[in-house]
């Protein structure tokens, strides 16, 4: 378990750096960047590798109902991410949708893995997530993002249905069977 919270305080540490000391986040400039890039490509092979090897306390399964909430959960989060980035209607409409979509991936996770190191793992980027909204949102007023049009609405769909395949793919490679 060690691993996997060293792995959650460096990811927690990158992100949040440049939130809470934004004048020597900016004083480092490109090697900034490619350092914070570094913690968390470590932060998340120690969040892997922790994960994997982690023990600890059970306290419920999977059940065909929460795989079933689990997985629309998840494509709504896979949307999240893909409206985000495309500048979509609901990334005008929402605050941080790709946060929220964190958000919804760690609930969604944690319906299904009722264990320790689930909670610790989902909960720990969970709680970072909204903290990051925390810290955004007392940073200044927010200004919405200028729309790209209908067609990036149609890509956003389309990507978020490829991803999602693509996530379930690796989940069911790795072990851990998606739809049930």
């Not at 570094?38 to 969040?47: E, G, H, K, T, Y």
């Not at 955004?136 to 919405?144: D, E, K, L, Q, T």
């Not at 729309?147 to 990036?152: L, Q, V």
């Given at each position: 378990m060690?691993?996997?919270?060293?792995?959650?305080?460096?990811?927690?540490?990158?992100?949040?750096?440049?939130?809470?000391?934004?004048?020597?986040?900016?004083?480092?400039?490109?090697?900034?960047?490619?350092?914070?890039?570094?913690?968390?490509?470590?932060?998340?092979?120690?969040?892997?590798?922790?994960?994997?090897?982690?023990?600890?306390?059970?306290?419920?399964?999977?059940?065909?109902?929460?795989?079933?909430?689990?997985?629309?959960?998840?494509?709504?989060?896979?949307?999240?991410?893909?409206?985000?980035?495309?500048?979509?209607a609901?990334?005008?409409?929402?605050?941080?949708?790709?946060?929220?979509?964190?958000?919804?991936?760690?609930?969604?996770?944690?319906?299904?893995?009722?264990?320790?190191?689930?909670?610790?793992?989902?909960?720990?980027?969970?709680?970072?997530?909204?903290?990051?909204?925390?810290?955004?949102?007392?940073?200044?007023?927010?200004?919405?993002?200028?729309?790209?049009?209908?067609?990036?609405?149609?890509?956003a769909?389309?990507?978020?249905?490829?991803?999602?395949?693509?996530?379930?793919?690796v989940?069911?490679?790795?072990?851990?069977?998606?739809?049930?």
């Amino acid at each position: 378990m060690t691993l996997l919270i060293l792995g959650l305080a460096l990811w927690w540490g990158a992100h949040l750096f440049k939130r809470v000391a934004p004048a020597a986040r900016a004083g480092m400039g490109g090697q900034g960047r490619a350092m914070v890039t570094a913690l968390l490509l470590v932060s998340l092979v120690l969040m892997v590798i922790g994960y994997r090897g982690a023990d600890g306390a059970f306290w419920w399964g999977r059940s065909p109902a929460l795989v079933g909430i689990n997985n629309l959960l998840m494509l709504v989060s896979v949307y999240l991410f893909a409206a985000s980035g495309m500048k979509t209607a609901v990334a005008r409409r929402l605050r941080h949708p790709m946060l929220w979509g964190v958000v919804l991936w760690m609930l969604a996770h944690l319906l299904v893995n009722g264990d320790a190191p689930s909670l610790v793992l989902f909960g720990g980027i969970g709680l970072w997530a909204l903290v990051e909204m925390a810290v955004i949102n007392r940073a200044g007023p927010w200004v919405p993002p200028v729309g790209k049009g209908a067609k990036m609405e149609i890509f956003a769909l389309l990507g978020t249905v490829l991803v999602y395949g693509a996530i379930a793919g690796v989940h069911y490679m790795l072990g851990y069977p998606a739809f049930g």
